[in-house]
């Protein structure tokens, strides 16, 4: 990549020959920023403008970032492919929509049975997961940083009731991550499409069922007016991780001080996406039962197949993929330490506040 390409800015970039490290220091950045996700996609796609103000406070100017959303610069499954060809400088989305490329990305999203949202912002904060992260990401010239977690899921918006697995069998289901392979293996034609197609290929038949993100977001997408049945929880992705993601090339270039501000951006803007998800949700959620929603539980047999596909998927992908074992060898130990501790701790104190 071109220094020229990026960045621009103040007397000192007048021209391509003056842009040098210094220069840039005292100069002014303007970027553009190419999100998975509409822009004014509750938690998700605010997730990313708000990311991009708080840039802008925290450098006191001088480093701006235009946000685009889903579609308006790069097709919303290809933002990576954009930032490691240089095309645009930096991206926001789930490391997952580029799983095709490195199957270990799942890791970094979210993955089935495997940690909420809090546990996996903690591993990747002091259990080596971030490590892990800019190492496989340096290998498409790449640098990420975690911005923020949905928490927990829907488990899917279905036409039909569920009563047993065998109800799954050849249902067309939109579901995204390695919770659209472990419904292949219990027989569901699972694909994965953006978001702005969700409403439109579930109201036509082109699928009957449908996973996007939660209460609030499936809410803002309308996916109450085609189907008032939810099963809830979504073992599939107990918590699904965004990230802003540079062009490796493009951050270098940046003056330390910017650097900070780039990665301090993503941790605030993680932080209120966290807190945006928990109380909008629980919003939504109360106006979508008043409005005759039915969140269901799955049957019990779907649960276990669920589980024992998951198992399954996990192990062909460790034994195929070098980087997957190697994140493994990091996850699975704090996953096993987290589950004993929420045992332990969260899990009876919320059946005691039940009551």
Not at 207 to 228: C, H, K, S, Y
């Amino acid at each position: 990549m071109k220094r020229r390409t990026f960045l621009m800015g103040g007397a000192a970039a007048a021209t391509a020959t003056t842009l040098a490290a210094p220069a840039i220091a005292s100069g002014h950045v303007k970027w553009d920023i190419a999100s998975s996700f509409p822009a004014a996609a509750p938690g998700v796609g605010t997730n990313v403008t708000r990311y991009a103000e708080l840039v802008k406070l925290m450098s006191d100017g001088r480093m701006e970032l235009t946000v685009y959303g889903a579609g308006e610069l790069v097709p919303p499954l290809e933002v990576e492919d954009a930032a490691q060809a240089g095309t645009v400088p930096v991206v926001h989305g789930p490391p997952y929509y580029a799983a095709g490329k490195e199957a270990a990305l799942h890791w970094f999203t979210g993955v089935p049975f495997g940690m909420t949202s809090n546990e996996h912002f903690a591993w990747l904060k002091w259990g080596g997961g971030q490590e892990l992260f800019d190492e496989i990401y340096a290998e498409r010239n790449l640098k990420p940083f975690y911005s923020g977690n949905s928490n927990t899921q829907s488990g899917g918006w279905f036409k039909e009731r569920l009563n047993s697995v065998e109800d799954l069998d050849g249902l067309n289901m939109r579901i995204a991550g390695l919770g659209a392979d472990v419904m292949r293996k219990l027989g569901v034609n699972a694909v994965l499409m953006p978001a702005g197609e969700i409403f439109q290929a579930l109201q036509s038949g082109a699928i009957d069922a449908a996973e996007w993100v939660g209460p609030m977001l499936d809410q803002a997408f309308g996916l109450q007016r085609i189907t008032n049945l939810c099963y809830m929880p979504a073992y599939a992705e107990p918590g699904a991780a965004v990230a802003v993601v540079f062009n490796q090339d493009a951050f270098a270039e940046l003056p330390d001080d910017l650097k900070a501000v780039c990665e301090a951006a993503a941790q605030a803007a993680a932080l209120e996406m966290h807190a945006q998800f928990d109380y909008y949700n629980a919003q939504a959620a109360r106006e979508l039962e008043e409005a005759g929603v039915e969140f269901l539980r799955w049957p019990e047999d779907i649960t276990t197949a669920q589980r024992e596909a998951w198992s399954e998927v996990r192990e062909e992908l460790r034994a195929e993929h070098g980087n997957v074992a190697r994140v493994l060898e990091s996850y699975e130990p704090y996953l096993e330490a987290a589950r004993a501790f929420s045992g332990m701790m969260t899990e009876p104190m919320l059946a005691a506040r039940r009551g």
